[in-house]
């Protein structure tokens, strides 16, 4: 299973940006995808997960209420909508597939994600 993460770029503070995952290669159950971002310097974070099932979402409270989180089933794809971008929001977003659809308390935990893409870069700077 490979995994892509798309659509960073440069944006200035208060634009947007959506954020694409691709799922390829063998057949592999999603259960669950989560974006999570690592800024310089820090450590990777959870910034959003959305399960399949039933299109649960979760969020980082300093995403709640600018950040969307959704998947295309059909198109086995996730997007990230980022809406209000602010300059701490610069950092490396990557995309993660987990094939468990977990409790809404554990789908931030990074380590239960199997599958993780390289990652898209978003600089959020005037």
């Known amino acids: 299973v490979q995994l892509q993460a798309s659509g960073g770029g440069l944006v200035q503070p208060g634009g947007s940006l959506r954020l694409s995952c691709t799922t390829s290669g063998r057949t592999f159950k999603v259960g669950a995808t989560g974006w999570f971002r690592q800024a310089p310097g820090k450590e990777r974070e959870f910034v959003a997960a959305i399960r399949w099932n039933d299109g649960h979402r979760s969020y980082a409270d300093a995403v709640k209420g600018r950040f969307t989180i959704s998947r295309d089933i059909a198109k086995n794809m996730a997007y990230l909508q980022m809406n209000n971008l602010r300059p701490e929001d610069t950092a490396v977003y990557y995309c993660?597939?987990?094939?468990?659809?977990?409790?809404?308390?554990?789908?931030?935990?990074?380590?239960?994600?199997?599958?993780w893409g390289q990652g898209t870069l978003v600089t959020v700077s005037s």
């Open positions: 993660a597939v987990t094939p468990r659809s977990w409790n809404t308390g554990s789908l931030p935990r990074e380590d239960l994600y199997d599958n």
